[in-house]
């Protein structure tokens, strides 16, 4: 029987988490719950629907969601457009996804196969093999999926394509462990050095993080670590200070790339579809002169002899 898991999103053609073009397969599952997160709809571990009310088309001339719910009244309306499903009694089975002909209800989640996914991936090696791309793994944290993504690499090196895992690094050592062999790139955040300040914006402590990402340097794997970078958050210099020390003494450099990136407000139509406050609401940012201060952060980065770039796009 072969391995499954849960894919919300595949995107052909996505230069931005790895060298060239590449296929990026988005697995549902994270441990953490980060305040400027733009994929909430990853965090579960479990297919799950999501409400988008503007595109209801009225329960009167349709309420095929309501008919095809097994479990009753959970559904809720506001004027005659579908407003919410109660959580608490929803068993995701997704009948009401299966009637609504509006897309008012989208499914979050499909269970995919390993070869499901390798139809897809095989129609662009001819691209992986003249832009020096492949496939990347990212979410929510593919560890969440470690035993699926090791079969899936696995797959992809036997067919010669490049594979990179997107992580938080909060996991089990032994989830990384095993996809080592099988996993070219690694791809991880540095999103704050203090582990408290950490905990209050992802939910969790950092220690892990970084203790895995010590344990990956010491196996010489290809990394790439990035700073989300966000307003009052974790762009001051004490901390991006810190964040250089950890690299340049705790990595000893080992890094290929930084990449810093600039909060942008993104996902909202996310949360609200799955009836989840949004985090980062009451920031406001001047984007002129919010870049310039991203660019200046980068600046130091480089002076301290860490290649550190804007963007996630590498020069080929």
Known sequence: ??????????????????????????????PLRCKWCSNPESWKLSIEPGVYRTKCISYKKCGGCVEGCPEGDIITFYRGKIKEIDRTKCTKCMKCYNECPSDAIKKWGDEMSVEDCMKII?????????????????????LMQSDFVLELFKACKAEGIQTCCETTLHSKWENIEKLIP??????SDLKHMDPKVHKKYTGLSNRQVLANMKKLVKKNVELILRVPVIPDVNDDM????????????????????LQLLSFMRLGVEKYESLNIPYGMGDIKVNRRSFQKHV?????YFNERGIHCLVGTKEKQ
């Open 1 to 30: 029987m072969s391995t499954k898991g849960i894919v919300f999103n595949i995107q052909r053609f996505t230069i931005h988490d790895g060298p060239g073009l590449r296929t990026e397969l988005f697995l549902k599952g994270c």
């Open 122 to 142: 095989r129609r662009d090696k001819g691209y992986y093999d003249r832009s020096g791309g492949g496939v990347t793994v990212s979410g929510g944290d593919p």
């Open 182 to 187: 099988y996993t070219d790139i690694w791809i």
């Open 238 to 257: 004490e901390n991006i200070e810190a964040t250089a020390d950890f690299i340049l003494n705790d990595l000893k450099g080992r890094v290929r790339t």
């Open 295 to 299: 660019r200046e952060l980068a600046e």
